[in-house]
T-cell receptor, first 115, second 113 residues
Framework: AQTVTQSQPEMSVQEAETVTLSCTYD???????LFWYKQPPSRQMILVIR??????QNATENRFSVNFQKAAKSFSLKISDSQLGDTAMYFC????????????FGTGTRLKVLA | GAVVSQHPSRVICKSGTSVKIECRSL??????MFWYRQFPKKSLMLMAT?????????EQGVEKDKFLINHASLTLSTLTVTSAHPEDSSFYIC?????????FGPGTRLTVL
């Protein structure tokens, strides 16, 4: 069975600094998607970034980028130039491409951006 | 694009009553939708997968007779909490699947008195 591990329950970063959130996963499959979602205090889940496992190039979305290491089964999220609005819970998720489209979520990392 | 709505955003009901929560995909059609439950400061817990025109698939431990799911159209799925009890109080979130990604609704906070 697939698992997703986020080993940092809480993190903080100064405004304008860079922070990296870690995520590791376990799977025997070769084709899958990985995601980072942000859940601010409003509790709306917002897609931050998506990575297809068959793509070697790391996904980027403006200030957000990932370091995808397929062999190591690692999928970290880097937030550059952190902003107060980045304060949120961040969830890493795994989805197999063969089956039900269900997500396996990590336990989340609570990020606080300090002014 | 890929906007998902949920209604109501908050509901308070008395123990023993039933509550219906709607999940709609506003600008796309979704054959598959998901229902989650989230406890404070915890991750999302998948309750069931809803497929248009067929019966929902429930996760282990989820009472299908208590949490009734109907996915009657490509843009609407409903979750009915029947005979609600205080322990059913929680935050319920739906998502719609499109193009390899789940897009989430804003959630519904249910309080059962």
């Amino acid at each position: 069975a697939q698992t997703v591990t986020q080993s940092q329950p809480e993190m903080s970063v100064q405004e304008a600094e860079t922070v990296t959130l870690s995520c590791t996963y376990d799977t025997s499959e070769n084709n899958y998607y990985l995601f980072w979602y942000k859940q601010p205090p409003s509790r709306q889940m917002i897609l931050v970034i998506r990575q297809e496992a068959y793509k070697q190039q790391n996904a980027t979305e403006n200030r957000f980028s990932v370091n995808f290491q397929k062999a190591a089964k690692s999928f970290s999220l880097k937030i550059s130039d952190s902003q107060l609005g980045d304060t949120a819970m961040y969830f890493c998720a795994f989805m197999s491409t063969s089956g039900t489209y269900k997500y396996i979520f990590g336990t989340g990392t609570r990020l606080k951006v300090l002014a | 694009g890929a906007v998902v709505s949920q209604h109501p955003s908050r509901v308070i009901c008395k123990s023993g009553t039933s509550v219906k929560i709607e999940c709609r995909s506003l600008d796309f059609q979704a054959t598959t939708m998901f229902w989650y439950r989230q406890f404070p400061k915890k991750s999302l817990m998948l309750m069931a997968t809803s497929n248009e025109g067929s019966k929902a698939t429930y996760e282990q431990g989820v009472e299908k007779d208590k949490f009734l799911i109907n996915h009657a159209s490509l843009t609407l799925s409903t979750l009915t909490v029947t005979s609600a009890h205080p322990e059913d109080s929680s935050f319920y979130i739906c998502s719609c699947f499109l193009g390899g990604t789940q897009y989430f609704g804003p959630g519904t906070r249910l309080t059962v008195l």
